[in-house]
């Protein structure tokens, strides 16, 4: 069993987890993190397809094409639940119709779905999701609530969001960079992989947090 | 080129994970601070809620004890003046009657003065004009001349004024602790101190009566002595209950005349008085 292949059900591992974790306290969840337990669901799935598509069709460029279209649909209707501004909402919803059809017309003329990964819609899509964490932290920090911090599920999935947008941006830029140097090529995929295990971590924490939150708020 | 490559990798990640932990460490001590800040301003405008609040509870009061006082005095004492009048004109032949309506009239005449004491204690023109040290020496009388109690009042220092509000929010103090000790604690004895001294003033009430659980103080039932707090609160001075079962009590309400609390500044919105 390749390092590569070790790698790739430790995530999926991973995602069952955090996945089974949202599932168990589903009804404890708000709307957000609900919605965060879908996309972790729909995330482990897409992860499994690539692996089966390498498998069949030696390459995983379909499969990554739907999930950044999707995954940047979960997590922006995320924020849409989390921002209290009308504006920034109607922004959301903007971005995600633009992000779609962007994504359509990339998938079959810039970058073929068949051969080449959706480089520039992730770029385009990890600096809106980049943008959004700024925003939302900019709405924290004017409404602090009463809950610590640490304990807030919002702070650590917009903590994961932040660190999941700028690290996979970075990623992505080192890929391209090093894309005919074998040796370094690999420890780039690595870092992908270390930076996916980082973000799903923080969501299972976020989910954890909110649950224990509603919780709390329950009792009262 | 290889080994370069890899120091670029390893150094861009680790500059842009450094950067990213700064800024969550950095946006978790700001969060923090605001929350603390946030819960500050609460706090203040609780207790500016509580203050305006019995600050209301004591202008309705006073207004009812207004209207008790003057009651009293221009309604009930005039009539009972004109019952006693009319006593003393009733033609009577018998001694024996004429001594039973002298007795009568004698105790309409001790009722009329007790109810003119009592309306001068509750009176605000009546403490404003005489001072604390007066009303509280018209009040320790009529509570010795009632019989349930031996009140003494001692004096110490040179008699100062310290506002006529705040001495008003002192003697209804006076008035609560005096209650109390009347009501529950079978005292026989009754110690009123009030002690001026230049940066200081100390109004003391001790009793010899059965006393109470320290924690009563803190209870909610225990509101006669959470009103101490408050009205001493109100104008910025500090009141001490201490007691314990069968010790009686003492109660100390400490302020510094030079110090003008919260609502005692008679030009600010919310006065009392």
Redesign the interface.
């Known amino acids: 069993m390749s390092f590569y292949v070790i790698v790739s059900y430790g995530y999926l591992l991973m995602l069952l987890i955090v996945a089974t974790t949202g599932i168990a306290c589903y009804k404890k969840l708000g709307i957000s993190f609900k919605i965060l337990t879908i996309a972790t669901i729909i995330s482990m799935i897409t992860a499994l397809l690539a692996i089966v598509s390498v498998k069949v069709i030696k390459t995983n460029a379909p499969v990554l094409h739907v999930e950044a279209l999707s995954e940047y649909i979960f997590y922006s209707l995320i924020y849409y639940h989390l921002f209290n501004g009308r504006g920034v909402k109607n922004g959301i919803i903007l971005s995600i119709i633009i992000v779609s059809v962007l994504s359509v017309i990339n998938a079959l003329i810039w970058q073929p779905f068949t051969s080449e990964f959706p480089t520039y819609m992730n770029l385009v899509t990890l600096a809106s999701l980049a943008v959004f964490s700024l925003l939302l ?1 900019r709405q ?2 004017l409404c ?3 809950t610590p ?2 304990k807030q599920g919002v ?1 650590w999935y917009n ?1 994961a969001i ?2 999941y947008s ?2 996979l941006f ?1 990623q992505i830029g ?1 890929s391209n ?2 894309k005919k ?1 074998a ?2 090529d690999a ?2 995929f690595y ?1 992908w992989f270390v930076i996916l295990y980082i973000f799903t971590i923080l969501t299972g924490i976020a989910i954890v947090a909110d649950s224990k939150e509603n919780r709390k708020v329950h009792a009262i | 080129m290889r080994y370069e490559n890899i120091q670029v990798l390893v150094l861009s990640t680790a500059m842009l994970f450094t950067v990213v932990i700064g800024f969550i460490v950095y946006f978790v001590i700001l969060y923090r601070s605001r929350q603390e800040r946030n819960e500050q301003e609460q706090q203040e405008l609780k207790s500016a809620f509580e203050q305006e609040l019995l600050k209301t509870r004591i202008e309705m009061q006073e207004q009812t004890l207004a209207y008790i006082s003057r009651e009293i005095h221009d309604n009930i004492t005039q009539v009972l003046s004109f019952v006693k009048l009319n006593l003393g004109m009733i033609p009577v032949a018998d001694e024996n009657v004429r001594a039973k309506i002298g007795e009568n009239r004698e105790l309409v005449a001790q009722t009329i003065s007790d109810l003119r004491n009592l309306s001068k204690s509750l009176s605000y023109d009546y403490i404003t004009a005489h001072g604390l040290v007066k009303t509280i020496e018209t009040e320790a009388e009529r509570i010795n001349s009632s019989g349930l109690i031996d009140a003494l009042l001692f004096v110490d220092g040179d008699i100062y004024s310290i506002g006529a509000e705040r001495e008003l929010v002192l003697f209804r103090i006076f008035q609560e602790a005096l209650n109390n000790a009347l009501k529950y604690s079978s005292a026989k004895h009754l110690k009123i101190t009030l002690q001026y001294h230049p940066d200081l003033f100390n109004l003391t009430l001790e009793d010899d009566g059965v006393g109470f659980s320290p924690d009563l103080i803190n209870n909610s039932k225990g509101l006669g002595l959470k009103n101490i707090h408050n009205r001493a609160a109100l104008i910025g001075a500090a009141a001490t209950i201490y007691s314990s079962q069968g010790n009686g009590c003492r109660i100390n309400i400490t302020l510094n005349p030079s110090h003008k609390g919260l609502y005692t500044n008679g030009n600010h919105s919310n006065s009392i008085g």
């Open positions: 932290f924290m920090l602090p609530s009463k911090i640490l702070f903590t932040i660190f700028t690290t970075l080192l960079v090093f140097n040796g370094v420890l780039v870092l």
